[in-house]
C-alpha cells in the first residue's frame, strides 16, 4: 500500500468551500426546521414519560432505578438529567437534543455521500432523508434513536478517514470515541460494526495494517461499553413483552422504519436500483443497510430485539444508495433534452497546465473513493461527472453542485413528490398521541380546570400501560401543580428503583378523609372501577359517587365525590 502523501497547504476557493458546506448545512437546517415544525402537537408518550421519570430523580435513586431496570440507558438518563437542569423539562426542552442530534445526522449524511460520491448525491441524500416522516417522528421524541443515528453515520465518517491513513494510530481516535458513544446511545446500534468491518475488508484486504488497527480501535471503543452490555444481560427480562408484540409484518416494519409505506417502498426501489456488489462503496452500503436487521434477527431466539426504532440507523444507508440513483438517473434524464447538452458543453474546458500539475502532486492522497475502490472507472453513479469525462476535458470543481440545472429540476422534482406523498405521514408523526398510547396530556387539561386543594387521585384499568404508565405521565403533565395526592400508594416507584409504585393492601384506611377523588383509567365506561383491585373498587362504589367522567384517546378521566353522612346517621 503506497504512503498517502499530505494535503497541499494552500487555501481554496471561497466558491469551491461553500460548494462543499451546502451538502452539510442545507440538510441540516431543513431537517431541524422540518423536525420542529408541529413537535408539540403530539403529546409524550409512554417512553418519553420513563425518560422525564429518570431525569427527575436524585442521584440516589437514579443508581437505585438503573441496578434494577434501564441500566441499558444510563448515559442517555444522565444527558438529559443534566439537559433539565440546565434548560428545563418542559416538552420542547426534552425532545430539543433529539431534534438537534437528528440535523447533526442529515448534515453528516450529506458529507458522507460528498465523501463516497458527490457533493450532488450528498445534498439529495440529505435532503431525501429529511423528508422522511419517521426522521420527524423520531427527531422529536426524547429517546436516544436519534443519537444512535447520528453516531452511526459519524463513525461512517470517521472510519474512511482513519483509512485514508490507516497506518497513523491519531487518524483512529475519533473513530474509537464514536464506537464508544454509538454503544452508549443504543447497543444494538453496535450491529454496524459488522458493515465497517466490511469497509475496512474493501478497503485494504484481511491482512493489512489497516484491519489490525481497525479492529484494536474497535475493542478499545467497546471498553467503556462492556458494562452496560453486562448490566443489560441481567436485564434483558424488560424487554420480553416485545417477543409477544415484535414486528407483525414486513409492511408494518417499513412503514415504521420510513414513517410511511410509499415513502419506504420508493426509497428501498431506488437504492436496491443503485446496488453494485462489485463497487466496495455501494457494497459498504449495503452491509450497513441489511447485517444489522440480519445480526438482530438471528439473535431472536435468544432475545428479540426487532424493532423498527431499535434499527432505525440504517436508514442512512438505504438513502444514500436511493440518492445514487436519483442523482445518476436525473443526470440521464436532463441529458436527454438539446438545452442540457449544450450547458453540458459549455460546463467543459480543457485542463489548464496549472491544474494538471497540482492534481498530478495529490495523485498520491487517499480520499473516500480511491479507498473503497472507486477510480475513475467505478465511478458510475456521479451525475456530476458523467456528461463531462471526455479525454482532454474535465468537469470544473466549482460546478460539482450547480453546473447541471437539468439535472437538478430532475432530482427536486422527485424529492418534491417524495415530499408530497409522505404528508400523510407528517401528520401521524405529529398526532396525538404516537402510537397506541393514552392521551394523558388531554386528560391533565380535562382536570386541571376542575382541580380544588385536597383533591386526591387514583388510577386504573389495564389497557394503554394501566397504573403505571398512567402514573408517571400525569406527574409529568400535572408537575407545575401541588397535588393531588396519590392517595392508594404506599412505596413511591422513585423509592424502591422501580417505574411501578407499591399499592396499599388497604384501600379505605388509604383513603381516609379523602373527601374528592380523581379517578384516570382505561376501563370501559359501563364500568370505570373494572380491572381495580376488588376492595378498592368496592369502596370507590360503596362511598363515592361519580359526579363528572370524560374520555379522551384511551383513557377516561372521572371525579368521584364521597357522600357525606347525614345528621340522623351520624
Known amino acids: 500500500m503506497t504512503r498517502p502523501q499530505p494535503h497541499a497547504l494552500e487555501a481554496a476557493p471561497f466558491g469551491s468551500r461553500l460548494t462543499r458546506g451546502l451538502p452539510i448545512t442545507i440538510p441540516a437546517l431543513v431537517t431541524l426546521f422540518v423536525v420542529l415544525v408541529g413537535h408539540d402537537r403530539r403529546a409524550l408518550w409512554r417512553d418519553e414519560y420513563a425518560t422525564w421519570w429518570a431525569a427527575s430523580l436524585s442521584t440516589d435513586q437514579l443508581q437505585l432505578l438503573l441496578s434494577k431496570v434501564d441500566a441499558v440507558f444510563a448515559p442517555f438518563y444522565l444527558f438529559t438529567r443534566a439537559w433539565v437542569a440546565l434548560f428545563g423539562d418542559s416538552l420542547t426542552s426534552l425532545r430539543l437534543p433529539s431534534a438537534l442530534a437528528m440535523a447533526a445526522a442529515a448534515g453528516l449524511i450529506g458529507a458522507l455521500g460528498r465523501r463516497l460520491f458527490s457533493p450532488g448525491a450528498g445534498l ?39 483509512l485514508e491513513q490507516p497506518e497513523r494510530w491519531r487518524r483512529w481516535v475519533p473513530y474509537t470515541l464514536v464506537v464508544a458513544a454509538l454503544g452508549w446511545s443504543h447497543l444494538v446500534a453496535l450491529t454496524v460494526l459488522a458493515a465497517y468491518a466490511v469497509a475496512v475488508v474493501g478497503a485494504a484486504g484481511v491482512r493489512s495494517v489497516a484491519l489490525r488497527n481497525w479492529v484494536a480501535a474497535t475493542v478499545l471503543g467497546g471498553l467503556p461499553v462492556l458494562p452496560l452490555l453486562w448490566l443489560g444481560k441481567r436485564q434483558t427480562g424488560q424487554i420480553g413483552w416485545i417477543g409477544d408484540r415484535g414486528e407483525e409484518s414486513i409492511r408494518e416494519f417499513i412503514t415504521s422504519t420510513f414513517g410511511s409505506l410509499w415513502i419506504g417502498l420508493a426509497v428501498l426501489a431506488l437504492a436496491l436500483l443503485s446496488v453494485r456488489l462489485a463497487e466496495p462503496r455501494r457494497r459498504f452500503l449495503l452491509a450497513w443497510a441489511l447485517l444489522p436487521p440480519a445480526a438482530v434477527l438471528a439473535l431472536t431466539p435468544v432475545i428479540n430485539m426487532m424493532l423498527s426504532r431499535y434499527l432505525l440507523f440504517t436508514v442512512p444507508a438505504w438513502v444514500l444508495l436511493a440518492a445514487c440513483t436519483l442523482r445518476h438517473a436525473s443526470a440521464r434524464v436532463a441529458a436527454l433534452t438539446p438545452a442540457a447538452r449544450a450547458a453540458a458543453a459549455r460546463a467543459v474546458s480543457p485542463v489548464p497546465p496549472t491544474t494538471a500539475a497540482r492534481s498530478a502532486a495529490a495523485a498520491g492522497q487517499r480520499s473516500a473513493k480511491t479507498v473503497l475502490g472507486a477510480g475513475a472507472a467505478a465511478g458510475g453513479g456521479s451525475a456530476e461527472r458523467g456528461a463531462g469525462s471526455a479525454r482532454g476535458v474535465t468537469v470544473r470543481p466549482a460546478r460539482a453542485l450547480a453546473g447541471d440545472g437539468s439535472a437538478w429540476a430532475v432530482s427536486f422534482g422527485v424529492l418534491a413528490a417524495l415530499a408530497l406523498l409522505g404528508v400523510p405521514g407528517q401528520v401521524e408523526a405529529r398526532t396525538l398521541p404516537a402510537g397506541n398510547q393514552a392521551d394523558l396530556r388531554t386528560a391533565a387539561e380535562i382536570m386541571r380546570p376542575r382541580l380544588l386543594p385536597g383533591d386526591a387521585i387514583a388510577y386504573g384499568g389495564e389497557p394503554y400501560g394501566g397504573p403505571r404508565t398512567f402514573r408517571r405521565g400525569m406527574t409529568y403533565e400535572l408537575r407545575d401543580l401541588d397535588g393531588p395526592r396519590d392517595v392508594f400508594v404506599s412505596v413511591r416507584g422513585q423509592d424502591r428503583g422501580s417505574f411501578e409504585a407499591v399499592e396499599c393492601a388497604d384501600p379505605a384506611e388509604c383513603a381516609k378523609g379523602v373527601t374528592r377523588l380523581w379517578l384516570v383509567t382505561s376501563a370501559p365506561d359501563r364500568d370505570l372501577f373494572a380491572a381495580m383491585p376488588v376492595a378498592r373498587a368496592e369502596l370507590l362504589r360503596d362511598e363515592f359517587t361519580t359526579v363528572f367522567a370524560q374520555r379522551t384517546q384511551g383513557v377516561a378521566v372521572a371525579l368521584l365525590v364521597r357522600e357525606q353522612p347525614s345528621p340522623v346517621q351520624q
Open 124 to 162: 439529495v441524500a440529505g435532503l431525501l432523508f429529511a423528508l422522511l416522516p419517521a426522521v420527524s417522528r423520531y427527531g422529536a421524541e426524547a429517546r436516544p434513536y436519534a443519537f444512535a443515528l447520528a453516531f452511526t453515520v459519524a463513525g461512517a465518517l470517521a472510519l474512511l478517514r482513519a
